[in-house]
């Protein structure tokens, strides 16, 4: 078996609990570069995992000719430029998703991606888990009949990640709660359903309970703790309908509520059947047959989604086969946020 040697840029979060814990277990990867513009980051890195090299500057690796693959793992005001440079550089890119702050900066990434020829997938992760799978496949042999409405759920009380931070930033992050949170759920839809075509979206954005920050009361903050001489100008709170050639999509989002509960959860009605996923975990069923009301939950095998994702993307690169979560599939997510933007921010609806 060959090796595929790696850079991983950006050494925070989800490199530590995703990325690289999977390349470290998948035989054909070999990291060589971990790197952050943060230099202890990295260097911890590379004592954690015992192998590579701690850069600061991503251009060392892609100038390295036996790098192949590359994980971008930054915020996301760098995926585009990032991405767009490995490609051009002749690497492929595993990008965090959102794929980008914008759907135009997504759209150049394709198109440089088209320009190259080499891989570009979105971290998407949803789309490798065994769960979502059967879903779509359930949907899709239609035991639930004709999907006319999905209804998303993404709401959690006082949930702001790192309050003044890069998450709350819009020229970071590129939105709050949607773009962070709502990209997964959306993506889940579009996957599960087939992947409808956008006809018009009207939404609402509302930036509510953190824009006070020093009043902002919270039990835990993940990202924190709170930079109250930092910003917080992007939504933490959404709400949209999206009709498409297909179902018509409705959600509700937010980081923050003064509702106490958590709820989240993708909701598929179907004239036949429907479905209820919470998000991250089972599935129940629920049918009528033979005079009576079914409720089942299935069970199946279940991965380590984020190994199944490293493990084909790595496999893609000597294969050719493109995946679910390649550029040209995951952009329409990229549309759909925007969409709701361009409408919270008109107050009108979006023709597509």
């Known amino acids: 078996m060959r090796k595929i040697k790696v850079a991983v840029i950006g050494c925070g979060t989800i490199a530590n609990s995703a990325h690289i814990p999977a390349y470290m277990a998948n035989e054909q990867a070999e990291i060589k570069y971990f790197c952050d ?65 914008t759907y135009a900066e997504a759209l150049e990434m394709q198109k440089v991606q088209h320009e190259t020829g080499k891989v570009l997938n979105i971290g998407v992760v949803n789309r490798f888990n065994d769960g979502v799978n059967v879903i779509k496949k359930i949907i899709a042999s239609g035991e639930l009949g004709n999907i006319h409405h999905v209804y998303v759920s993404f709401r959690a009380p006082r949930s702001i990640p790192g309050l003044g931070g890069d998450f709350t930033t819009k020229a970071v992050a590129g939105g709050g709660v949607l773009i ?62 999206v009709r498409t050639d297909g179902p018509v999509i409705t959600l509700n989002g937010a980081w923050a509520q003064n509702i106490f509960e958590r709820e989240p959860f993708i909701d598929f009605m179907g004239d036949k059947g429907g479905i209820r996923l919470q998000y991250g975990d089972t599935f129940k069923m629920y049918t009528a047959k033979n005079g009576t009301m079914l409720e089942s939950t299935p069970t199946y095998q279940t ?50």
């Open 37 to 101: 513009i943060i230099p202890e980051r990295a260097a911890a890195a590379v004592e954690k995992y015992g192998c590579g090299t701690a850069i600061e500057d991503y251009h060392q690796a892609l100038n390295d000719p036996e790098i192949e693959a590359v994980s971008v793992c930054t915020p996301n005001n760098v995926h585009a430029q990032i991405a767009m440079d490995a490609l051009r550089a002749g690497k492929n890119v595993l990008c965090e998703k959102p794929a980008a702050r």
């Open 180 to 241: 962070d949170w709502g990209v997964h759920y959306l993506d889940i839809v579009m996957y599960c359903c087939g992947d409808p075509t956008p006809l018009t979206v009207s939404g609402e954005t509302f930036s509510k309970l953190g824009t006070a920050m020093e009043d902002y009361v919270y039990t835990d903050m993940w990202a924190g703790p709170p930079k109250y001489d930092g910003t917080f100008d992007v939504e933490d709170s959404v709400t949209a309908m």
């Open 303 to 352: 991965r380590n989604m984020f190994q199944t994702e490293i493990d084909s993307f790595l496999r893609c690169i000597d294969s050719g086969e493109k995946l679910p979560s390649h550029i040209d599939t995951v952009i329409i997510t990229a549309k759909l946020m925007q969409g709701i933007y361009d409408s919270a921010e008109s107050h009108r609806e979006v023709v597509f």
